[in-house]
């Protein structure tokens, strides 16, 4: 839940504020009690090489839940895997 900062009191120490943005807090401004803007941390994307991402992937093994369940939907709708080998 984000706090709440009145331009007065951002005005007389917006190092405090944002300090804690840089931790995390989220801040709502208000001007006069009304809600006018809210300040939040940056996020930097993360990016992951996609041999990282492979290899979970394959830790987590098959859905073969998941699996049934899109078989049975392309069923139902008579759709069929492209990708699928036929002999």
């Known amino acids: ?19 804690e943005v840089k931790t995390g807090a989220t ?6 009690g009304e809600p006018v803007a809210e300040v ?3 996020r930097r994307q993360r990016w992951v090489p996609s041999g990282e991402v492979d290899a979970v992937l394959r830790q987590l093994g098959a ?8 078989a049975a939907d392309r069923a139902a709708e008579g759709m069929t895997d492209p990708w699928a080998h036929t002999a």
Not at 27 to 32: M, N, R
Not at 63 to 70: K, L, M, Q, Y
């Open 27 to 32: 801040y709502t401004i208000t001007d006069h």
């Open 40 to 42: 939040t941390g940056v």
């Open 1 to 19: 839940m984000a706090s709440t900062i009145s331009i007065g009191e951002l005005r007389q120490n917006p190092t405090r504020m944002l300090r």
């Open 63 to 70: 859905d073969g839940a998941w699996a049934r369940e899109i």
